[in-house]
């Protein structure tokens, strides 16, 4: 992408750890924007990250599939494979967390790659420490949700899984970090998930858009956008009807209410 999209005040933030730690992320850097791609790479491995960079979707794609990435920051406009069709591929192949870089008005572009199944994005020009507290942010809801999944075999295996959550025929157990309607399982990222966690555990309450960005993102600042797409993209998997939510309720002039019914926990 041409042109610098990246402010470079400040310093990067420190990431290392005791010798204790364990092996740090992967993540793989996609701009064509050398100065971009050296300035987050430098910030990202500052923070303690192993990072490779690449400058088109057809290398990112062939990069992922050898280096099994944790998280991919991509950016948009890319030559050879734009990072749209990148993003939609990453998310087909695996449930990889993808923050994306956009420019400044792209903002159909930012959401149809929310729409796809990003995680997360950050506008250019940007803060380099505010997308390393972003994919910080991420990795850790990854992390949170693959160590969830793992306790919760083993703990069905003793017979002491966390209570599974049920309401309006979906059920939701965040010990296996799975979600499923009318028998059916739901294909949900981990953003969908958690905000579905989040309006199964605080049934028929109304919620501000702020709320949902800080209880179910750890957001204190951000696009409330993020937050509006991700609902939008919940209702196509919950609702009958997306157009005309009965669970996933609009208050207007304040967010959204979940109205499963009676909620019960198992």
């Known amino acids: 992408m041409s042109g610098d999209g990246v402010s470079s005040s400040g310093s990067g933030s420190g990431g290392g750890g005791g010798g204790t730690e364990p092996a740090p992320a992967r993540i793989l850097v996609v701009d064509d924007d050398p100065t971009v791609a ?6 990202l491995r500052r923070a303690g990250y192993t990072v ?6 057809p290398a990112a794609l062939a990069r992922a599939g050898v280096i099994r990435p944790d998280l991919v920051v991509l ?11 990148v993003c939609r591929r990453l998310r ?10 956009t420019a400044r008005g792209d903002e159909d572009d930012r959401i149809a790659g929310l729409e796809l199944g990003a995680d ?7 803060s380099p420490r505010e997308l390393v507290l ?22 069905a295996e003793a017979g002491a899984a966390e209570a599974r959550l049920t309401g309006a025929g979906i059920t939701l157990d965040p010990a296996t970090h799975r979600a499923a309607k009318g028998g059916r399982e739901l294909a949900l990222t981990v953003r969908e998930f958690d905000l579905l966690a989040h309006f199964l555990r605080h049934p028929g ?4 858009r702020e709320e949902l960005m800080r209880e179910v993102w750890g957001w204190d600042f951000g696009d409330l956008s993020t937050v509006t797409v991700h609902v939008r993209r919940l209702r196509a998997k919950v609702e009958e009807d997306p157009g005309r939510p009965k669970l996933i309720q609009t208050v207007w002039g304040v967010g959204y209410r979940f109205e499963p019914g009676e909620v019960t926990a198992t």
Do not use: C, N, W
């Open 120 to 126: 997360d994005y950050v506008t250019k020009p940007f």
């Open 205 to 208: 309450q109304a919620h501000g």
């Open 92 to 101: 087909a192949a695996g449930p990889v967390p993808v923050i994306m870089l």
């Open 52 to 57: 490779e960079s690449v400058a088109d979707g």
């Open 38 to 43: 050296e300035v987050v790479t430098g910030y």
């Open 134 to 155: 972003r994919v910080t942010s991420v990795l850790r809801r990854a992390a949170a949700a693959g160590a969830a999944a793992a306790a919760g075999a083993g703990a």
């Open 75 to 85: 950016d948009l406009m890319l030559p050879g494979l734009d990072g749209l069709e």
